[in-house]
């Protein structure tokens, strides 16, 4: 039986702990591992081994051999670690793109990555100088995700673009909230975003241009353009080669 170093039996452990202690010694295992030999790798009793396998089996962790029953990891680790990697890689590709918006003196931007909860916020701090800041536990900004009270000083309006002619199309503010567009003083916070398109195509999320105006009048000028030229920069970087086109009139 081959040897696998697993840390001495500890008091109060987890569950958890006991199934992570498992995974370890099949990793371990070049050939897999019985029940048996899993039992004294990991010094538990072999009913607690047994039931640990079932709930890692079950959940797509281990699987058992058909002609020797030795039970060995599967991949599924190794797709999460992808997944985290992905998102590493996201976020690799867009800081450049969006910290150079941000030194142009862009409005401030943000990128959300709805499957993660997080939202990056990016804006000038100084001549050579951005700050940033992740929001975790979001899908979209704040402005985007709730309502403001209605008062005669806040306006909040949110464009979401598909492709670049919804840039034009005033049915595509999404949100409308506060007083009339005629209101004398009234300040609106305009957010417009577009999606951000993987090598294959999959939406892996949304890149936006947030920032206060006295009208609407941004959503048909230059923060459509920012937002559609920020996701094709995005995605072009993360081998999308068909993305949103840039040539908003």
Sequence with gaps: MPTVSVEPLKEGQTSLEKALEVCEALAGAKRGLSVTELSRAVNRPVSTVHRLLAVLKRRGYVRQEEDTARYTL???????????????????????????????GGPRAFMAMPSAGEVTYVWKAGPDEVSMHTAYGREM???????????????LSCVRLANARDAVQADRVLLRFGPPETSHGAQRLLCTCAPVHDYTGREVARVGVFAHGASESPFVGEQPKSAIELARLISLRLGHVSGLAANVQ
């Design 74 to 104: 599967t991949l599924k680790m190794l797709d999460l670690s992808f997944r985290l990697l992905g998102r590493s890689e996201l976020r690799l590709h867009a800081y450049p793109v969006l910290r150079e918006f941000a030194l142009r």
């Design 141 to 155: 900004p704040g402005h985007c995700a709730m309502f403001f009270q209605e008062t005669p000083a806040r306006r």
